[in-house]
């Protein structure tokens, strides 16, 4: 069962870049601190990124259960995530966004977003955060700054706090330098890295990522494939492919065992966000299908 661990979904965006406006549009587009952007793919023509568009994605590609992450881009999301995981409680696990000066959330959630990268104060001030997702029995999804800027810090929160889930987004930021040493992080028996964006991250060399597979061998070789999780950074990334590619770059991979696959695709995530066997929609032949 395909498990993805980083997607993000939105009832109406209403969030921030650079201390500007970011707000949903139509055709996909948002208007982005000033700048027009192709934020989704235009079939979301109308600024919503909804649950039920994901999961008919998500039944096309063969995957069970999501992640769903936030960021500021978006706006604080909690009250449409908790609606969201009260009617697809099998198919979602889901974050509450952190932001500074805020209060966040934990009733009803699974995890707790935090953008380390986009912190105005140290990583240390969010140790009270770490505290409170162990007592909750909460993982904490954390976004690092590029290379290694904070892999210090986070460390002594992980030593801190060893009972504590912790998965590292974007793949440490694969295509920065001292990316590695935020894979190193899990080594640590309760850090894991997940994907989510990581073809975002290989844009540049686009489908189907070979340089992004090796990148994913080479985190196996530090901190073991078994602590490696597959996520889409849907639906920002289906500006430039499609859900099934983000996933088939994996699955058609033939630099990944079929052991390498089913540890980065499914066991990992299942075992690290709790899920359980969920029964999928029977796969249909598609149109270009002989």
């Excluded at 992980?158 to 080594?187: C, D, N, Y």
Aim: glycine fraction near 8%; include cysteine; charged fraction near 25%.
């Amino acid at each position: 069962m395909i498990i993805d661990a980083h997607a993000h979904l939105w009832n109406k965006q209403q969030g921030l870049v650079n201390g500007k406006p970011v707000v949903g549009l139509y055709g996909g587009r948002s208007d982005f601190g000033g700048e027009l952007r192709q934020m989704l793919p235009p079939y979301l023509y109308d600024g919503r990124n909804t649950a039920e568009a994901f999961l008919a994605n998500m039944d096309y590609a063969g995957v069970g259960g999501s992640v769903i992450t936030q960021e500021y881009i978006d706006g604080n999301q909690d009250e449409y995530l908790l609606t969201v995981k009260s009617g697809y409680p099998e198919r979602f696990r889901i974050c509450s966004l952190y932001e500074e000066q805020e209060n966040y959330r934990v009733k009803g959630f699974d995890g707790i977003k935090i953008c380390a990268g986009r912190l105005s104060h140290d990583l240390y001030s969010c140790s009270p955060i770490f505290q409170k997702a162990e007592k909750e029995n909460l993982f904490i999804s954390i976004d690092l700054a590029e290379g290694n800027a904070q892999t210090k810090i986070l460390e002594e929160l992980v030593q801190s706090f060893p009972k504590l889930k912790i998965a590292i987004g974007h793949f440490g930021m694969v295509t920065v330098k001292g990316w590695e040493e935020q894979i190193k992080l899990a080594r640590y028996p309760n850090v894991y890295i997940e994907s989510g964006g990581i073809t975002w991250l290989f844009h540049k060399e686009f489908y189907p990522y070979e340089s992004a597979v090796r990148a994913i061998l080479t985190a196996g070789e530090i901190c073991g494939m078994d602590k490696l999780m597959w996520g889409s950074d849907y639906p920002r990334t289906m500006t430039a492919i499609t859900y099934l590619m983000s996933l088939d770059f994996v699955t058609k991979s033939k630099l990944l065992t079929e052991e390498d696959k089913t540890m980065f695709l499914e066991t990992n995530a299942m075992k690290f966000y709790g899920f359980h066997e969920i029964k999928i929609a029977e796969k249909v032949k598609n149109m270009v299908e002989d």
